[in-house]
């Protein structure tokens, strides 16, 4: 059994003599020769800035007595934007609420803790679209409201939006029947961040 013994610290001592025995190269050393690393990054002539998805809105059924709160619903769908330009100039995405088939109806559509999130291919590139502060549209109004914008160099790829929280206060409504609206989306170039806090 000795004889392994002595083998086998051999060995270890072998392993450590060689182990003191390598000389990396400091990064202070000046170099033998000096070479690049080129990458070509070209324009995507063909990027756009788009709105691919929109929901619609629908709530729950009601009776005319039951008109004088909100009445909750759900978004069928996000709002999606898809941004492939390569000037990440950001942008801005709006709504607005046309009128009920009631003359002389009002409402108020209104929505809380909204939610964006990356829905591209690939790694997010920039800074993040952001939800708006904005939380209600009312019917007939010619301002639309902003949803979800992007800054200078964010919402680069492409962003949803989800709705939470959908509700609607709807008042001069005088027969049982299906109401309808518009609801218009606008998606420009032209930004205004508003963070929510």
């Known amino acids: 059994m000795k004889p392994a013994l002595l083998w086998t610290g051999a060995l270890t001592l072998a392993g450590a003599v060689a182990l003191t025995t390598t000389h990396p190269v400091a990064a202070a050393d000046a170099p033998a020769q000096t070479t690049k690393a080129t990458i070509d990054v070209t324009s995507n002539k063909d990027g756009a ?107 680069i790829g492409t962003w949803d939006l989800a709705f939470n929280n959908v509700g609607l206060t709807l008042s001069g409504i005088n027969l049982p029947k299906t109401y309808t609206a518009d609801v218009n989306w606008y998606l420009t170039d032209a930004q205004t961040t508003s963070n929510p806090d």
């Open 49 to 155: 800035l788009t709105l691919t998805k929109a929901p619609n809105f629908n709530f729950n059924a009601t009776t005319l007595s039951a008109l004088s709160g909100k009445i909750n619903g759900t978004a069928d769908a996000v709002a999606e934007v898809s941004d492939t330009r390569d000037s990440g100039a950001g942008w801005q995405l709006n709504m607005s609420l046309g009128n009920f088939d009631a003359t002389g109806s009002s409402a108020l559509l209104s929505w809380s803790s909204n939610s964006t999130t990356y829905a591209g291919a690939g790694n997010k590139i920039g800074g993040d679209a952001q939800i708006s502060n904005t939380t209600q549209v009312n019917a007939g109004d010619t301002n639309s409201a902003p949803v979800m914008d992007a800054g200078t160099g964010a919402g």
